[in-house]
Nanobody
């Protein structure tokens, strides 16, 4: 069974940087569409960034120019580089995978992801 494990969360000051990692098990990681979502207390889980299996990327407007998603198919990992962090970025960050689609697209709806990690807390202090 494929598992996703996030790491790299923690406390960072506003304006600082953090790198989140998501390691996947399974032999077909290179064909997965991957994404990062976040959920703040009392709010819905929202899309942050996604990357197709061919490397195409897409970001929600609030993180464009600050966050970068990347993947390493050899390491079976996806990363979220967070720069210029803001207090409103505080949330639990989840890694998701679409393991079923054949299409090289970026999925932005959480309903399109069938695998999830356990989440990692990111706190940005002002």
């Amino acid at each position: 069974q494929v598992q996703l494990v996030e790491s790299g969360g923690g406390l960072v000051q506003a304006g600082g940087s953090l790198r989140l990692s998501c390691a996947a098990s399974g032999r077909t990681f290179s064909s997965y569409g991957m994404g990062w979502f976040r959920q703040a207390p009392g709010q819905e889980r929202e899309f942050v960034a996604g990357i197709s299996w061919s490397g195409g990327t897409y970001y929600t407007d609030s993180v464009k120019g600050r966050f970068t998603i990347s993947r390493d198919n050899v390491a079976k990992s996806v990363y979220l580089h967070m720069n210029s962090a803001k207090p409103e970025d505080t949330a639990v960050y989840y890694c998701g995978a679409n393991s079923r689609s054949r299409y090289s697209v970026v999925y932005v709806s959480r309903d399109e992801y069938d695998l999830w990690g356990q989440g990692t807390q990111v706190t940005v202090s002002s």
